[in-house]
């Protein structure tokens, strides 16, 4: 793993989630940028067995992935453990709205790995969410693209993508990488449409 990547966890929480990927019989393939801050767009999310296919690769490399929650979420005595876990309190009525305030905790982490689903929710939707591209730019960093392939029982870490700055253009792209992959549900899959001139 490379020394970039934040980290959290220790012997016994890689032991927990290697023996659950072992027990699932998933495995994992790429490999993980060099890259200390990146947004993390995870696809296609058709399925609560997302959650339970990725956590024990999480633990099992001792990944630090942090993730959005309401502010209103962390109260006692849950504030801490969503906190060790990677939460971070949002506040959508915030002046400068989400995407500014991520990337200010961008700015004030040595290292920050935030994982967004672009879809937002386990059924079908005509077109993604774009919060996670609008957060990139604001915070200036590239964004990972990992899927669950359900077809082949793999998480792939795909490609990191250099947003350009074009959201329709940079949508499209991720979507298309994105395609390939088939979730635990296809038919909740959002349908992805090559771009005609």
């Known amino acids: 793993m490379p ?3 934040p980290r959290k966890g220790n012997g016994l929480t890689k032991a927990i989630g290697l023996m659950f990927t072992r027990l699932l019989g998933w495995r994992l393939e790429g490999e993980f940028p060099r890259e200390k801050k990146v947004m993390v767009a995870m696809a296609p999310h058709t399925s609560n067995w997302d959650f339970v296919v990725a ?9 630090k992935i942090s993730w959005l929650m309401k502010k209103e979420a962390f109260f006692f005595p849950f504030k801490r453990l969503f906190l060790w876990l990677g939460g971070i309190p949002t ?42 591209l609008r957060i990139a730019y604001a915070a200036d960093v590239p ?20 947003p350009t700055g074009d959201l329709e253009a940079d ?14 549900y296809p038919e909740n899959q959002t349908d992805f449409v090559e771009h005609q001139p």
């Not at 956590?55 to 990944?63: E, G, K, T």
């Not at 400068?96 to 879809?119: S, T």
């Not at 949508?171 to 635990?184: L, T, V």
């Open 3 to 5: 020394e970039e990547i």
């Open 55 to 63: 956590m024990p690769f999480i633990m099992a490399l001792r990944i």
């Open 91 to 132: 506040d959508r009525s915030a002046p400068g709205g989400l995407a500014q305030q991520i990337a200010r905790q961008f700015q004030h982490k040595d290292k920050l790995w935030v994982a967004i689903m672009p879809e937002g929710t386990r059924k079908k939707v005509s077109k993604w969410k774009n919060g996670f």
């Open 143 to 162: 964004v990972l693209l990992v899927a669950w392939d359900f077809a082949h029982k793999c998480i792939r870490i795909d490609s990191l993508y250099h």
């Open 171 to 184: 949508m499209r792209e991720i979507q298309r990488r994105f395609s390939k992959y088939r979730g635990r």
